[in-house]
């Protein structure tokens, strides 16, 4: 069974900068359209950020919440079955449990605090 495994989350300052990874176990599994979303206790998890990819030319769209458009940028590498979620000019409502989405895949979620 293929699993997505999250890392690169921590600590950061407000400011500061992170970059998820997502990697998919299985070499034979497509990372061409990748989701991110986060969650805090008590909350609903949200959309942060997806990237879409489809046709002979893989051309992608991007798409982000509000919230983080112009800070966050998604990305993904089929070759290396990573996607990654590059996180700039974090704000402390950042902070919360990250999760990758891939062909309805969860990934197990990864914790990224963000201090004032």
């Known amino acids: 069974q293929v699993q997505l495994v999250e890392s690169g989350g921590g600590l950061a300052r407000t400011g500061g900068s992170l970059t998820l990874s997502c990697v998919a176990s299985?070499?034979?599994?497509?990372?061409?359209?990748i989701a991110w979303y986060r969650q805090t206790p008590g909350k609903e998890r949200e959309f942060v950020a997806a990237?879409?990819?489809?046709?002979?030319?893989?051309?992608?769209?991007?798409n982000y919440a509000e919230c983080v458009k112009g800070r966050f940028t998604v990305s993904g590498d089929n070759a290396k079955k990573t996607g990654y979620l590059q996180m700039d000019n974090l704000k402390p409502e950042d902070t919360a449990v990250y999760y990758c989405?891939?062909?309805?895949?969860w990934g197990r979620g990864i914790q990224v605090t963000v201090s004032s």
């Open positions: 989405y891939v062909d309805s895949l």
């Open positions: 299985r070499s034979t599994f497509s990372v061409y359209n």
């Open positions: 990237l879409t990819r489809s046709g002979v030319s893989r051309s992608g769209t991007e």
